[in-house]
């Protein structure tokens, strides 16, 4: 007999991914606590059932949370970004390896404690991937998850670890111990650059195409720090909210992997401001290039393979590069700044 009512724990809600997420979640009408440092936004707040502050390196914290609530799906957002990551490398593997392990060992506990094992998505990126030079960038074209795995970037290194610590978990945890049972069903996405029309972007180094469009609505200058020709995969978040929702249903016997390539577009940097200056003519966007962060877009792929998460789970994008725009960042934008 079921004592409790399963929850779904979300860490770093309150950041860009977690807006959606909470809102489309609770809407469906499933019980969310959620694990952030800062407190959330009112409107946000409402919509969870508790609300924890505090780190996710806080391991009494997250004894707590076992003892109170059964968990039986985690969405594990929190992390230091990749620019952000060079700054303060030390810290970035505080919080993005520790930090993950700590979740992963909660999850694993969780499923043990229930008897059933813990659904655990991990959003990681295409920062996973580091191609060595422009040369390489331009012949590898759409990238297989398998390929390029160097990353350059602290939170690259960050992230291709934990997806390989969370098929430890889901697969080999404690092989040799005769009695362990592994409780995690772990699923990672990689995401393109993701653009938000809700949140402002923190600390990525793709965060040059949202900021763009949120300069522009807001009226101020921009200096877009990478080359016009600059190209990377992106994805409208809407999209990356349903990718996450996607693959945590999933039924496990179709997953044929445990990380998945992801992608709407992909356009340069010259694309975008083309798009943006076009819908607020008045927009001032200028290139100052700045050669490090440069040189860390350059290591990401223009564009990759996700074929796997299309044949295996029915990815499928709703928005393309002109309807990402015109229908939904654009608009947004406009009426956010608007009021
Ligand atoms: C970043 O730029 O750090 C992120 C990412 C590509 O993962 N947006």
Redesign the pocket.
Known sequence: MRLRRPVVLITGAGGEIGHGLVTRIAAAGSPIITLDVNVLERPLARLVAREFTGSINDVGLLDRILAEFEVDRVFHLAAL???RSEFTPVAAHHVNVEGTLNLLEFAQRQGESHGRPVTFVYPS???AFGLPDPATKARAARVREDEYAHPQTM?GCNKLYCEQLGDYYAKHYKQLSADAIARVDFRAVR????ISALTLPA?????YAPEMIHGAAKGETYHCFVRPDTTIPFMAMPDGVDALLQVASAPRQRLTRTTYNLTAFSRSASDIREVVVRAFPYATIEYRIDPKRQAIVDS?PADVDDSAARGDWGFAPRYDFDRAFEDYLIPTIRERYRR
Do not use: M, R, V
């Open positions: 970004l990749s620019s990126s295409i920062a939170y995401f393109p650059g993701l600390g990525g180094t793709s965060d990401w």
